[in-house]
């Protein structure tokens, strides 16, 4: 057998451009574990500072007052959490589906790229600047409240929950609309009866990642929502409330060491209720896919 | 050598109804239908008739589904999409003020070339149409009286409340064509309806065109010319032209009864594409 007159080994630049290749490739990796490295190191730390601190009382009862700040919890901030974002979500959900609605199936095609950029922009407004806004517009004039609060919060969630339910909306295959459409139902109903409910496992998931966003919010409620709260349980979105992040804020530059500590045990709660709550959403909106796309 | 011929067999229909007394339900006048600067289709004079079966036969590209989708304004869903000259339908320009889609669509139905139910129960999907067009009453019998007529009831009636995406391709199929003729169009129109079937499905479908023209006016477009053979009392063959400035659109090159198209066809075009010599 003759010697083949050629070898197909990686010599002279291509061996150069391999080398160049894997250091490339090395220093992404690298990047890439320094992220995952983070993110280990911060829920570590948090964790073994908080999870001491957390007990039944810290989820069930109310800052104890005068000389025994240790005892008592921060049921008052986790009450005023949930009705802080749950309102947001109230008035952020139809209005972010109505807006994605519109950008997906009504609006003409330029229309709607314009509304997709206003979306994209007001996802990057710094939420202070929200904070702002609603101060000037709602609290100068009426004062804090939790509602105020809810206001901005449901601004911030607005552009997530528009643009997630755009992008599921987006996946509904276009025959299951011409089906309807070709029986002469109208485009409104079409939407409302067969292509949202087609997509109502998103527009959820999608839902549920903004709520885990803004539960961290803490500077848009700063001048909305904390002056003159009461530390005890109340759901009166009429009135200023506290909420989680507001008890991190304050507890942690407290002298008294027991409320540092209440601080690190709020915000573990806080970051593994974000960290569930988006994992299983980003877990179920990855199934959701591969439902709609099959 | 002897060239290869696929011999088509047309069947015998009934006999169809002399020219004078066949009534036009679309009439087509130097209709054109652009998708932005591109011409489709251009100069298409047709008319086609109530109650008869109408097959539109042509190569690729020619403008079948375009011109059958400018039939019940499903075409209005293209941005892009415009159209010149005249579409009138029993009299009325279906393009003229005040017309509405919606209402268009309502009385000419379609159906598609892949099957599309609903994610919703067999019933469900029969049923989406009446609840929501308001033709409520009597509910069960409608869904019972289409299915029937889509030759599915004495498959699925043990069922009805099973999920449609569970039937086969062809009964999926025969679904749609039940979900269509609920809501009792005047029309019906089918865009390749078995293209994507097995030979014993396309020839259910088959079968039941022929149960439904006795109350629809069908159109149907399909790639196989033996389909259009059996199927179809009359034939429009569309081809594809050149224009001077480049352009390239599907005219109607002729319209004839199926069996003059294919056993006797006036245009040599007609003749290379039915014959299966293409030019
Ligand atoms: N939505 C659209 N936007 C732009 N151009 C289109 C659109 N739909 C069709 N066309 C163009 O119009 C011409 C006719 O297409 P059409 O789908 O009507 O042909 P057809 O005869 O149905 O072809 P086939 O037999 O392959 O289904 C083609 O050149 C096609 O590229
Ligand atoms: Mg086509």
Redesign the pocket.
């Known amino acids: 057998m003759n010697e083949p007159a050629f070898t197909l080994k990686a010599t002279g630049r291509l061996r150069r451009r391999q080398l160049v290749n894997q250091g490339m490739g090395a220093l992404a990796a690298g990047a890439a574990l320094l992220a995952v490295a983070v993110l280990a190191i911060v829920v570590i730390s948090v964790g073994s500072r908080g999870a001491g601190s957390l007990n039944l009382a810290f989820f069930t009862q109310n800052q104890a007052q005068g000389f025994n700040p240790k005892g008592g919890g921060v049921l008052f901030a986790i009450v005023g959490s949930v009705v802080l974002v749950g309102i947001a979500t109230l008035i952020a959900l139809p209005l972010g589906v109505l807006v994605a609605v519109y950008v997906s199936e009504l609006a003409p095609p330029r229309l709607a790229r314009v509304a997709r950029m206003a979306l994209d922009i007001s996802n990057g407004i710094p939420t202070i600047v929200i904070g702002i806004f609603v101060f000037t517009i709602l609290v100068a004039a009426h004062g804090q409240s939790a509602l105020a609060g809810s206001i901005a919060l449901a601004i911030i969630m607005l552009p997530l929950i528009a643009r997630a339910t755009e992008e599921v909306l987006l996946l509904v295959p276009s025959s299951q609309r011409e089906a309807s459409l070709a029986l002469g139902v109208s485009r409104w109903r079409t939407t409302v009866q067969v292509v949202i409910p087609s997509a109502l496992g998103g527009i959820l998931t999608g839902t549920t990642l903004a709520i885990a966003r803004v539960a961290g919010e803490t500077a848009p409620l700063l001048f909305l929502t904390s002056l003159g709260t009461s530390s005890t349980a109340d759901a009166n979105p009429l009135h200023p409330l506290q909420s989680l992040t507001l008890v991190i804020f304050s507890y942690s530059d407290q002298a008294d060491p027991a409320y540092q500590s209440k601080a690190w045990a709020a915000a573990f709660t806080l970051m593994c209720f974000v960290l569930v709550t988006s994992l299983a959403a980003k877990l179920a909106l990855a199934r959701y896919r591969k439902k709609l796309g099959g | 050598m002897e060239a290869i011929k696929t011999k088509i067999e047309v069947t015998e229909k009934e006999r169809l109804p002399v020219v004078s007394e066949r009534e036009a339900v679309f009439e087509a006048r130097d209709l054109a239908v652009y ?1 932005g600067d ?1 011409r ?1 289709i251009d100069g298409v004079n047709l008319d086609i008739y109530q109650r008869l079966i109408t097959a539109i036969i ?1 190569p ?7 011109f059958l989708r400018t039939l019940n304004r499903m075409n209005d869903l ?1 941005p ?2 415009r159209l010149t000259g005249q579409l009138r339908y029993r009299g009325i320009d279906l393009y003229g003020p005040g017309v509405d889609a919606v209402e268009v669509r309502r009385r000419v139905g379609m159906v598609f070339q892949k099957p599309n139910p609903f994610h919703s129960s067999i019933y469900d999907n029969v049923a989406y149409g009446l609840r929501i067009l308001g033709m409520k009453k009597d509910l069960d019998e409608r869904v019972e009286k289409a299915l029937r007529a889509a030759a599915l009831w004495d498959e699925v009636k043990d069922r009805l409340k099973d999920s449609a995406l569970g039937l086969s391709g062809g009964q999926q199929q025969r679904l749609c064509i039940a979900r269509a003729i609920a809501v009792e169009p005047e029309v019906v129109l089918f865009d390749e309806p078995a293209s994507a079937l097995d030979p014993i499905s396309t020839s259910a479908i088959e079968d039941l065109m022929h149960e439904l023209k006795r109350d629809y006016t069908l159109v149907i ?1 399909t ?1 196989n010319m033996q389909q259009a053979a059996r199927v179809a009392d009359m034939t429009a063959f569309f081809g594809l032209d050149v224009s001077p400035d480049g352009n390239r659109q ?1 005219v109607l090159v002729e319209y004839d009864e199926t069996e003059k198209i294919f056993t006797n066809p006036s245009d040599k075009r007609t003749e290379g594409y039915v014959t299966g010599r293409f030019g």
């Open positions: 998708y591109q489709a042509g690729s590209g020619c403008g079948k589904s375009t293209v892009a999409a477009v790639h599907g």
